[in-house]
């Protein structure tokens, strides 16, 4: 969540169910796995300053469409202004199990009155990896794809005098919103916790 320094951000991220084939070469009728993982379907960036209740009214709008076609969880950064939003997203009543995460800089998830605390460690190096281990794909085509792969590059670990360790874009101009959006994302689905097989997100 973003209003004037940084951008709310949604990122759809799908868990397809394998497809199961027989493979007759070497052994007949063993049964293999296909295309496993996780793979992002649509990227947005929502314009700087918009207000929270527009942010609230495009993310139902986004969770209605994807309804339509798969089972889906609404994973929300409660993190700073993150929390009212949640409340309004509540209001709002989306048709998905919605689940608040606050960000820390601690070292242990855990969860707390219903809010999971979630360290961004956690998050960027669970992203991270599933990129490195191709558990992760990312769909071609997408208006923000570059914009993704540009906040990747921006991603620092700096330690400061205190041995305090930053994460993010720290850079005059830089952002980490989309990469943390798919993060969560990921973060979510890799528990296991998102839907089964959907034809790929098309937003009207």
Not at 68 to 94: E, F, H, I
Request: one cysteine or more; proline letters at 4%; hydrophobic letters at 40%.
């Amino acid at each position: 969540m973003g209003k004037r320094l940084d951008y709310s951000a949604i990122g759809v991220v799908e868990r397809p169910e394998p497809e199961v084939r027989f493979d007759y070469v070497y052994w007949m009728h063993r049964q293999y796995r296909e295309r496993d993982g996780l793979v992002v379907r649509f990227l947005e960036r929502i314009q700087l300053g918009t207000p929270y209740t527009e942010v609230v009214s495009r993310v139902v709008k986004v969770i209605e469409q994807l309804k339509a076609t798969a089972k889906c969880q609404l994973v929300v950064d409660a993190t700073g202004v993150g929390m009212p939003v949640v409340d309004m997203l509540r209001a709002a009543g989306p048709d998905c199990e919605l689940t608040p995460v606050l960000i820390t800089s601690g070292s242990e998830q855990h969860l707390t009155k219903g809010v999971w605390h979630v360290p961004k460690v956690d998050l960027l190096a669970g992203v991270q990896a599933a990129l490195e281990k191709g558990e992760l794909r990312i769909a071609r085509g997408m208006r923000h794809t570059n914009t993704l792969v540009q906040e990747f590059m921006d991603v620092r670990v700096k330690v400061r005098g205190s041995g305090a360790m930053r994460l993010g874009a720290d850079g005059f101009g830089q952002h980490d919103d989309l990469v943390l959006a798919v993060a969560l994302a990921c973060w979510a689905g890799r528990r296991g916790e998102v839907g089964e097989k959907s034809e790929p997100f098309r937003l009207d």
